[in-house]
């Protein structure tokens, strides 16, 4: 599941991160490598994040009628959280883990994802 993990100030309070761009809800549309459209995993796009104003993350799947049957046990653990570092940085961590810095941004009413890794980025469409 990607992460999505989001451009606004640092800030602990919380009333700051109510606004932030990348709380709500959010299903995987299109990823990149290199800038090079490549197909999404095949469960990735019947997952949704969702980014909560508390900091906390969670997600589930999206049931269609063409829901893949391979997809049917994915869980979702409890305890993922995010923290805006500024400057379209954000951590997703696990508890209390070091976790890892993704780029955020918005183009239009979608969230883009990049990766660490500097070659793969997420698009993201409002679910």
């Keep these: 599941m990607g992460?999505?993990?989001?451009?606004?100030?640092?800030?602990d309070d919380d009333s700051e991160?109510?606004?932030?761009?990348i709380i709500g809800k959010w299903r995987a549309i299109k990823?990149?490598?290199?800038n090079v459209p490549v197909t999404l995993p095949v469960c990735l796009p019947y997952?949704?994040?969702?980014?909560k104003a508390n900091r906390s993350i969670n997600g589930d799947k999206i049931m269609t009628p063409d829901f893949p049957e391979e997809c049917g046990i994915i869980t979702f653990d409890l305890g993922w959280?995010?923290?805006n570092l500024g400057n379209n940085q954000y951590?997703?961590?696990y508890l209390e883990e070091q976790g890892q810095v993704?780029?955020?941004?918005?183009?239009g009413d979608?969230?883009?994802?990049?990766?660490?890794?500097?070659?793969?980025?997420?698009?993201?469409?409002p679910y």
């Design 17 to 21: 991160a109510g606004s932030d761009i």
């Design 47 to 51: 997952l949704y994040t969702e980014y």
């Design 110 to 125: 979608n969230l883009v994802e990049e990766n660490p890794d500097g070659i793969t980025k997420t698009i993201y469409e």
């Design 31 to 34: 990823r990149y490598e290199s």
């Design 81 to 83: 959280n995010w923290k």
């Design 91 to 93: 951590r997703i961590r």
């Design 3 to 11: 992460l999505l993990i989001f451009q606004s100030c640092s800030s």
């Design 102 to 107: 993704f780029t955020c941004y918005k183009e």
